[in-house]
């Protein structure tokens, strides 16, 4: 299956995808030292985002979340790449400051058709996601 | 976007690697959310806690700021002049230290000014109405947006910082004045605001700021001789509940001279009513058993005014700090230097207290002495902050600085309502 979107920050990478139903923040929900996902009574609580595919509605957050990504990015703990429903401020920051390819305004809505688990491929250039069957 | 053809220079490398790569990530930052163009700013205020490295790269070849900057106030306690004080470790503070050696080389170089403050307007960053800026802290962004009127967006420490570097910011966002006006309406009803003191000012902030999120909103129904130092209680918390950018007041602020105006002419999306009972709700989320000693109290979230110092100093003279509790106030050097030249600072410090440089609010992102389990304050942000980072391991009160000050000599909390 295949997403059309718009790539707000370039890049190609594929890894296998986490996908959150509620906004995320890297400085609340994130442990920057482990590459966790941080949300006490969450079923994905404890779950990696290192090296992963993060899939949001969209960011809420601190105006220091591109610096948590940062310092995570540099022990290897950052998400391959992040796709979301509509890009903000905070989240454009996170994906330039530590370039991994961002992308949203999908045709159609990557929380629903995306699960948790899938092998999806992320061709930015060509403003595509691939989901393996 | 159509940029000058000094910026074009820039982007190409001409004025050096770092300013090469900031204005990249401006421009790139900027045609996600379709602006137009680069302005020039008239003020920037950069976060301390900036990791090194990324500060190097960002300003390598760089010899001075794009705009007149100031810095905000040291993070995880570890003001030089104080953590030793507070009981924090070595071992946390050393590498913190080491880093903060090197960034300020990069400060002096670039002619960042060193105030170590959240409330940059009061030590000398002044911007006037319509000014395009770049403050870095949600709070200093709030106020400068609502109380001054000059226009800036919730830029992150990277934008923000790339914007102190090359003095340029996209035109976007708050930066039109069509995205100015309040979409959310706050009406301040059976309450007599002359009477409202700045813990309610406070409940009023945080209460609002869990509903209008990130909206921009106008008050109406207060005091028109409302203070500086209590907007100063109103404001902080919209931008810890929620993510409010820009808080017009009715009568008050430089863009609401009345509803219709703060409005843009149209009708309010929402409309929130805060009274007697909202107030009170809010107040009874950080409240205390009267039996519980109290082990630390804070003040300065924002930084305290000289004002507030002098009023701290006035309830502190020939008193002492409880044997068992701590008093940790944070304000700006230069507003500590003129408290030591009136004398408040003797007081505060002779009684037991500490004046600090360092951010009041993120207490718990550091290891703090294990003995200090509730914590007093005037700051419904600090209280906000504190209970979520602290995830329950620490308890907070909220109660007006006297009853704070009262706290800190007596141990116990026997005033407040």
């Given at each position: 299956?295949?997403?059309?979107?718009?790539t707000?920050?370039?890049?190609?990478v594929?890894a296998?995808?986490?996908?959150?139903?509620?906004?995320?923040?890297?400085?609340?929900?994130?442990?920057?030292?482990?590459?966790?996902?941080?949300?006490?009574?969450?079923?994905?609580?404890?779950?990696?985002?290192?090296?992963?595919?993060?899939?949001?509605?969209?960011a809420?957050?601190a105006?220091?979340?591109?610096?948590?990504?940062y310092?995570?990015?540099?022990?290897?703990?950052?998400?391959?790449?992040?796709?979301?429903?509509?890009?903000?401020?905070?989240?454009?920051?996170?994906?330039?400051?530590?370039?991994?390819?961002l992308?949203?305004?999908?045709?159609k809505?990557?929380?629903k058709?995306?699960k948790?688990?899938?092998?999806?491929?992320?061709?930015g250039e060509?403003?595509?996601?691939?989901?393996?069957? | 976007?159509?940029?000058?053809k000094?910026?074009?220079?820039?982007?190409?490398?001409?004025y050096?690697?770092?300013?090469?790569?900031?204005?990249?990530?401006l421009?790139?930052?900027?045609?996600?959310?379709?602006?137009?163009?680069?302005?020039?700013?008239?003020s920037?205020?950069?976060?301390?806690?900036?990791?090194?490295?990324?500060?190097m790269?960002?300003?390598?070849?760089?010899?001075?700021?794009?705009?007149f900057?100031?810095?905000?106030p040291?993070m995880?306690?570890?003001?030089?002049?104080?953590?030793?004080?507070?009981?924090?470790?070595?071992d946390h503070?050393?590498?913190?230290?080491r880093?903060h050696?090197?960034?300020?080389?990069?400060?002096?170089r670039?002619?960042f000014?060193r105030?170590?403050?959240c409330?940059?307007?009061?030590?000398g960053n002044?911007v006037?109405?319509?000014?395009?800026?770049?403050?870095?802290g949600?709070?200093?962004q709030?106020?400068?947006?609502?109380?001054?009127?000059?226009?800036?967006n919730r830029?992150?420490?990277?934008?923000?910082?790339?914007?102190?570097?090359?003095?340029k910011?996209?035109?976007?966002?708050?930066f039109?004045?069509?995205?100015?006006s309040?979409?959310?309406?706050?009406?301040?009803e059976?309450?007599?605001?002359?009477?409202?003191?700045?813990t309610?000012?406070?409940?009023?902030?945080h209460?609002?700021?869990?509903?209008?999120k990130?909206r921009?909103?106008v008050?109406?129904?207060?005091?028109?001789n409302i203070?500086?130092?209590?907007m100063?209680?109103?404001?902080?918390?919209?931008?810890?509940?929620g993510?409010?950018?820009?808080?017009?007041?009715?009568?008050?602020?430089?863009?609401?001279?009345?509803?219709?105006?703060?409005?843009?002419n149209?009708?309010?999306?929402e409309?929130?009513?805060?009274g007697?009972?909202?107030?009170?709700?809010?107040?009874?989320e950080?409240?205390?058993?009267?039996?519980?000693?109290?082990?630390?109290?804070?003040?300065?979230?924002p930084?305290?005014?000289?004002?507030e110092?002098?009023?701290v100093a006035f309830?502190?003279?020939?008193?002492?700090v409880?044997?068992?509790?701590?008093?940790?106030?944070?304000?700006a050097?230069?507003?500590?230097?003129?408290?030591?030249t009136?004398?408040?600072?003797?007081?505060?410090?002779?009684?037991?207290g500490?004046?600090?440089?360092?951010?009041?609010?993120?207490?718990?992102?550091?290891?703090?002495p294990?003995?200090?389990?509730i914590i007093?304050?005037?700051?419904?942000?600090?209280?906000?902050?504190?209970?979520t980072?602290?995830?329950?391991?620490?308890?907070?009160?909220i109660?007006?600085?006297?009853?704070?000050?009262?706290?800190?000599?007596?141990?116990?909390?026997?005033?407040?309502?």
């Amino acid at each position: 299956m295949k997403l059309r979107g718009r790539t707000v920050n370039t890049g190609n990478v594929e890894a296998e995808a986490i996908v959150l139903e509620s906004s995320f923040s890297f400085t609340a929900d994130f442990d920057p030292d482990n590459g966790n996902l941080v949300i006490r009574g969450h079923p994905l609580h404890g779950e990696k985002i290192a090296q992963k595919i993060l899939v949001i509605p969209a960011a809420k957050g601190a105006v220091n979340a591109s610096l948590m990504l940062y310092k995570a990015k540099k022990m290897d703990n950052a998400p391959l790449a992040i796709l979301c429903r509509s890009v903000d401020p905070i989240t454009v920051e996170c994906a330039m400051t530590v370039d991994i390819p961002l992308m949203d305004s999908f045709d159609k809505d990557p929380i629903k058709t995306i699960k948790t688990g899938d092998y999806i491929r992320v061709l930015g250039e060509k403003g595509i996601v691939v989901v393996e069957d | 976007m159509i940029l000058t053809k000094e910026e074009e220079a820039m982007a190409r490398g001409q004025y050096g690697p770092g300013l090469e790569k900031c204005i990249n990530l401006l421009i790139k930052f900027g045609e996600v959310f379709n602006a137009e163009k680069l302005v020039k700013v008239s003020s920037a205020h950069v976060y301390s806690a900036f990791p090194l490295d990324l500060l190097m790269e960002l300003t390598e070849g760089a010899n001075q700021s794009g705009a007149f900057t100031t810095i905000h106030p040291f993070m995880s306690l570890s003001d030089p002049l104080s953590w030793e004080k507070m009981g924090i470790s070595k071992d946390h503070v050393t590498p913190l230290n080491r880093e903060h050696e090197k960034k300020v080389e990069i400060y002096n170089r670039l002619s960042f000014f060193r105030t170590y403050t959240c409330v940059p307007m009061l030590v000398g960053n002044f911007v006037k109405k319509g000014d395009f800026i770049s403050w870095f802290g949600s709070c200093p962004q709030l106020l400068a947006n609502s109380i001054i009127g000059a226009k800036q967006n919730r830029d992150g420490a990277v934008v923000n910082m790339a914007i102190a570097i090359t003095g340029k910011a996209p035109y976007w966002g708050l930066f039109l004045d069509e995205n100015r006006s309040a979409e959310i309406l706050v009406e301040v009803e059976d309450s007599d605001s002359e009477l409202l003191t700045t813990t309610d000012y406070g409940a009023i902030g945080h209460y609002v700021g869990g509903i209008a999120k990130d909206r921009n909103i106008v008050i109406n129904g207060l005091n028109r001789n409302i203070t500086l130092d209590e907007m100063h209680y109103l404001l902080p918390p919209l931008s810890a509940t929620g993510a409010v950018s820009l808080c017009h007041i009715v009568g008050v602020t430089p863009e609401a001279p009345d509803l219709i105006t703060a409005l843009g002419n149209k009708p309010p999306k929402e409309t929130i009513h805060i009274g007697k009972e909202e107030i009170s709700r809010a107040k009874e989320e950080y409240s205390t058993p009267e039996s519980e000693e109290i082990d630390l109290v804070i003040l300065g979230c924002p930084h305290c005014t000289i004002q507030e110092l002098k009023q701290v100093a006035f309830l502190l003279e020939n008193k002492k700090v409880g044997t068992n509790q701590r008093l940790w106030i944070g304000t700006a050097q230069q507003i500590y230097n003129l408290a030591q030249t009136m004398g408040y600072s003797q007081i505060i410090e002779k009684a037991g207290g500490l004046i600090s440089r360092s951010c009041m609010s993120a207490v718990p992102d550091c290891p703090i002495p294990d003995d200090i389990r509730i914590i007093a304050t005037n700051s419904f942000k600090t209280a906000h902050y504190i209970s979520t980072f602290s995830k329950g391991r620490r308890r907070v009160v909220i109660g007006d600085l006297e009853d704070c000050i009262n706290v800190a000599i007596n141990g116990k909390w026997e005033v407040g309502d």
